[in-house]
């Protein structure tokens, strides 16, 4: 959705104007270089019709949306009756005070008075001091490290960030600050799985020593979950002990909702979640649902001591504010949206929590509701790295995510989307954030355990993170990747897992498919299966590495219909950007195969592009024919191993042909290359399939940003090991030694056993069948067919049997046809007893 760079021309040259005309103080704009035209729920429009997902939400304001229609038709409808109201009594304010009211917890909800402040956060953490000094006659103020009140002169004097205020000379004086608990970076150096938060027993042994230096205060001011401090949730045994402690010293407890009430957090108010009940209330930001300022302090009525005007200003009136206000809240409980707000919590929560454990820059990942916070520091020092969350913030913009960092050094990144975001969006944006943290976060796998001893790999593994998300979207398989964390605990995806993966992800929203090809493939070897490769197929990634074409090639695209269309489609866009000419054929049948090669011998075809199987097919019959194709320069193949028996085939009948091939499936797509100057059955890895070895069996993980299948240590059903390739390349390539499962090499060309004796039993009068392999590896390697018949008498039974087979599999008529010997067919009583039971009844190996 980001068409263009951030900012667009149109956007940079607002912003531009901006900084001549606006003051230095300008803030968002900084790190958020981004001009907005419109924005509508979830997602904002920049001036250049770039959309991006807003989890910023006007810093906690927007909480149902942005522009949510029925809060527009509400405050449009207000604009016409009466829009300003000082702090005379209106119908819209009086039905807004009532809904204010009923919003609290039963028990507060008969004593609690309603002022209305200047439209602010900061306006009504002001009148809070000043109600609670008036009202106690005291002059001084707890608030805690980490704090964030706001920017007029005493909400800043109450903040904790020393940056903001050190150059503003005569704070409100009085205030005193304690610890918070930040338990992540514990102020006492404490472990907070042992301690009993002995950081409000600072606070608390100040205020009960005679000699602590601190008068008894007028109010102790507390944010539940430190916002702009970082995403604080405060931990609730320090929250109670506050709410008791204060109590016993009769100071009122102002609780500081602007950012966490109106359902930020899953409750109403965040005290809520915490079981207290606070003297003082103080909300803001989200009060109107859509954006129009509004700022009340709710308050316990024994603290309405003031006398009449003692708290005016201009602005307390906002007709508007109170209308959508009312509004909001009706839908809020018609739509059963905090409800939403804890369950997108949770799914945050599920996806997020595993973080640390795989990317060593994130410290510490927390939050409730939707309010969440990473926190990124020096893995060794532990030192806050602003700079590298000011980086994932950068390129979540560029991928389309707004965010906002906070905290100290500005190294948390803040998750704050409006409360009606949808499970889909959510998981969108939390995979750009995934992204955005391997991208920034170096050396991300650190932590990540791999057993040596069972496994390796070319590279190092890649984050978890990012692909774990990619499967989490799958409801298959949320339930078995989500417990992961680790890349050695992440579980090897199945065939029938990837393929319902897929069946998900092509119901769900066309979108979701991100630009991709669905194939209905067959494989060479497999069942009927569904694969989704991205629209462009990697291309332009495979061509940085093989260039098998140049301009001068023609090239004969061939397929076999119904099988891998996807080789098809890619050779002709390889062909395309090589600026060679193509000719794309398929479904040849045997008897026409003669005149095609005429045909394509005179039209000058340089190039042939085919997957091994259709090779193999064209080689057996020039083999046949005992032709040979000398103007043919170049064999282009993708797919499975490229085995030693066709090579000697291309030597014998394509003499002048180099092979390029690229090794893969339609599932793993291309995982690697080669060139005529590597061995045929050795590749060298793209670099974003990271493979793995484990026990011998490749493993696969497409980690390219595009991929759209959920490929996660996907067990491709080949043994290979790493070795250098003659072509000199540095790296280690992958050799491909043949299949794992019970697939084996006869005369180096794969064998199903289980076909085998299938066809054979597909013959009327077969009862069953037994194949052995003889001698295997030398050259009197044999393969024999034992069947048992269902009659006594069976004319010509063996030969009918050998026929069958050799017309129904392919790779074993192909191979039998130079060595004709190789393959016999023997009727018998009974078949031999097998000691490979477990792998493969049919296959027995003998010397
Ligand atoms: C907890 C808290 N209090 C007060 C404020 C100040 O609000 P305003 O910026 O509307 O003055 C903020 C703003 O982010 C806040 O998060």
Not at 141 to 161: E, Q
Not at 255 to 279: K, L, S
Not at 439 to 444: G, K, L, N, R
Request: net charge negative; hydrophobic share 40%; charged share 20%.
């Amino acid at each position: 959705m980001v068409r263009t760079a951030i900012p667009g021309p149109r956007g940079a040259a607002l912003l531009a104007s901006q900084s001549q005309r606006e003051s230095n103080a300008r803030a968002y704009p900084r790190n958020l270089p981004i001009a907005v035209a419109r924005a509508r729920g979830c997602f904002v429009e920049d001036v250049d019709g770039n959309v991006f997902v807003d989890f910023l939400s006007g810093a906690g304001v927007v909480s149902l949306g942005h522009s949510h229609p029925e809060l527009v038709a509400t405050a449009k409808a207000q604009l016409d009756e009466f829009v300003h109201g000082l702090d005379l009594p209106t119908e819209a304010k009086d039905e807004f005070v009532s809904a204010q009211l009923r919003m609290l917890p039963a028990g507060m909800r008969d004593h609690m008075r309603i002022q209305f402040c200047g439209p602010t956060g900061a306006n009504a953490v002001d009148a809070a001091i000043k109600l609670c000094k008036t009202a106690t006659g005291r002059g001084d103020v707890v608030v805690f490290s980490g704090a964030f009140h706001g920017s007029s002169t005493a909400a800043l004097s109450m903040t904790g960030w020393v940056g903001q205020k050190e150059r503003i000379a005569n704070p409100m004086p009085g205030v005193h600050f304690f610890p918070y608990s930040y338990c992540a970076r514990c102020p006492l150096s404490l472990d907070p799985d042992t301690c009993a938060t002995n950081c409000v027993a600072v606070l608390e042994n100040q205020l009960r020593d005679t000699h602590g230096g601190i008068a008894t205060p007028a109010a102790v001011v507390l944010e539940l979950v430190q916002g702009e401090g970082g995403v604080i949730p405060a931990r609730p045994e320090f929250v109670t002990r506050i709410r008791e402690l204060t109590r016993e010293l009769d100071i009122p407890l102002v609780v500081d909702e602007v950012q966490t009430g109106c359902g930020r957090t899953g409750d109403w108010f965040a005290f809520e979640r915490y079981g207290i009940e606070p003297d003082v209330v103080v909300a803001s930001k989200a009060l109107s649902g859509v954006g129009l300022p509004a700022a009340v302090i709710i308050y316990d009525e024994r603290l309405d001591v003031w006398a009449p005007g003692a708290h005016s200003g201009t602005f307390r009136g906002n007709q508007l504010a109170f209308a959508t206000g009312v509004e909001a809240i009706r839908i809020i409980e018609r739509d059963g949206v905090l409800d939403d707000v804890r369950a997108r919590g949770e799914q945050v929560r599920r996806r997020l929590s595993g973080l640390p454990a795989r990317h060593r820059h994130v410290f510490d990942v927390r939050g409730t509701g939707l309010m969440w916070g990473i926190e990124l520091a020096d893995p060794r020092t532990g030192e806050p790295r602003g700079d590298l969350a000011r980086e994932a913030q950068r390129r979540c913009l560029d991928r389309g995510l707004i965010l906002e960092t906070g905290g100290r050094a500005g190294a948390v990144l803040r998750l704050l989307p409006p409360l009606v975001v949808t499970e889909d969006v959510l998981d969108t944006a939390l995979d750009i954030v995934e992204d955005a943290l391997a991208a920034v976060t170096p050396d991300p796998t650190v932590k990540a355990r791999i057993p040596l001893e069972t496994t390796e790999s070319v590279s190092a593994p890649p984050a978890a993170g990012p692909l774990l998300a990619r499967a989490a979207r799958m409801p298959s398989l949320r339930a078995k990747y989500g417990p992961a964390t680790e890349w050695a605990d992440v579980p090897v995806l199945s065939k029938d897992e990837l393929n319902t993966a897929i069946e998900e992800l092509l119901s769900g929203e066309p979108d979701g498919r991100g630009g991709a090809y669905v194939y209905a493939s067959g494989g060479t070897i497999s069942e009927p299966r569904l694969s989704l490769i991205p629209g462009d197929m990697f291309v332009p990634d495979i061509l940085a590495h093989w260039q098998p074409l140049d301009p001068h090639d023609v090239v004969v695209n061939l397929f076999t219909p119904g099988r891998l269309w996807s080789a098809h489609y890619f050779y002709n866009a390889v062909a395309a950007a090589s600026g060679a000419a193509v000719v794309p054929f398929g479904g040849l049948a045997d008897d026409e195969l003669d005149s095609w090669i005429d045909f394509f011998q005179a039209q000058g075809c340089t190039a042939l592009a085919a997957t091994p199987t259709t090779l193999k097919r064209l080689l057996l019959h020039l083999g046949h024919s005992g032709r040979t194709w000398p103007a043919l320069r170049k064999l282009l193949w993708v797919g499975e191993k490229f085995d030693d028996a066709t090579s000697a085939l291309v030597a014998k009948h394509l003499p002048e042909a180099e092979v390029w091939g690229l090794y893969g499936s339609t599932e793993t797509w291309v995982i690697g290359w080669n060139t005529p100057l590597c061995r045929p059955d050795t590749v060298h890895p793209l670099p974003y399939q990271y493979v793995e070895l484990r026990d011998g069996a490749i493993l696969i993980t497409n980690t390219h940003e595009r991929c759209v299948n959920p490929l996660l240590r996907y067990q491709v059903g080949d043994v290979g090991e790493f070795v250098d390739c003659p072509c000199g390349r540095p790296a280690a390539a992958l050799r491909v030694l043949g299949r794992v499962d019970s697939y084996f090499k006869f005369l180096n060309q794969l064998i199903s056993p289980e076909e085998l004796v299938g066809l054979a039993c597909g013959i009327d009068d077969v009862l069953d069948a037994q194949l052995a392999l003889l001698a295997p590896g030398t050259t009197a390697e044999r393969l024999v067919l034992n069947v048992r018949s269902t009659s006594d008498s069976r004319p010509g039974l063996p030969d009918r049997v050998r026929s069958h087979v050799l017309a129904g599999h392919l790779g074993l008529g192909y191979v039998v046809s130079d060595a004709p010997a190789a393959f016999e067919v023997g009727v018998v009583d009974e078949l031999a007893s097998n000691d490979r039971t477990a792998k493969t009844p049919l296959l027995v190996i003998t010397r």
